[in-house]
Nanobody
Framework: QVQLVESGGGLVQAGGSLRLSCAAS????????MGWFRQAAGKEEREFVA?????????YYADSVKGRFAISRDNAKNTVYLQMNSLKTEDTAVYYC?????????????????WGQGTQVTVSS
C-alpha cells in the first residue's frame, strides 16, 4: 500500500503560480512512476496533466500545460511536485497525484494504482 497526500492548492489569480506537493508513504514510493491528474467540476473524467519516471529523468505533459507546468520528484523525501506557472482559469480543478508501475509514456489512467485525496486549485480571472 502507498498513501499519497497532496497539498499546496488554493486560490490564485490568472497568470499566477502555485506549487503542488504529493507526499508518499508506505511501500517504497520511489519504485513507482508518478503522475498528476485533474478533474474539473462537472466533468466525469480525470484528465492527465503530467507524469515523471522512476528516476525523475523523464517527464511528460499534456499539451494544455506544456511550457507552463513542471513536474519533479525528490525520492529522498518521497515527494513529487507540480510547479504551475502562468495559470489560466481553465486550470481550475481538483488535482490528484497517483502512482503507476507502468512506464508513464504508456500508462493509462486505469493503470495508476494509488491515488491521493486531491487538492483544489482555483484560478480567478
Amino acid at each position: 500500500q502507498v498513501q499519497l497526500v497532496e497539498s499546496g492548492g488554493g486560490l490564485v489569480q490568472a497568470g499566477g503560480s502555485l506549487r503542488l506537493s504529493c507526499a508518499a508513504s508506505g511501500r517504497t514510493s520511489s519504485s513507482y512512476a508518478m503522475g498528476w491528474f485533474r478533474q474539473a467540476a462537472g466533468k466525469e473524467e480525470r484528465e492527465f496533466v503530467a507524469a515523471i519516471s522512476l528516476s525523475g529523468s523523464n517527464s511528460y505533459y499534456a499539451d494544455s500545460v506544456k511550457g507552463r507546468f513542471a513536474i519533479s520528484r525528490d525520492n529522498a523525501k518521497n515527494t513529487v511536485y507540480l510547479q504551475m506557472n502562468s495559470l489560466k482559469t481553465e486550470d481550475t480543478a481538483v488535482y490528484y497525484c497517483a502512482t503507476t508501475q507502468w512506464p508513464p509514456t504508456i500508462a493509462t489512467i486505469e493503470q495508476y494504482d494509488y491515488w491521493g485525496q486531491g487538492t483544489q486549485v482555483t484560478v480567478s480571472s
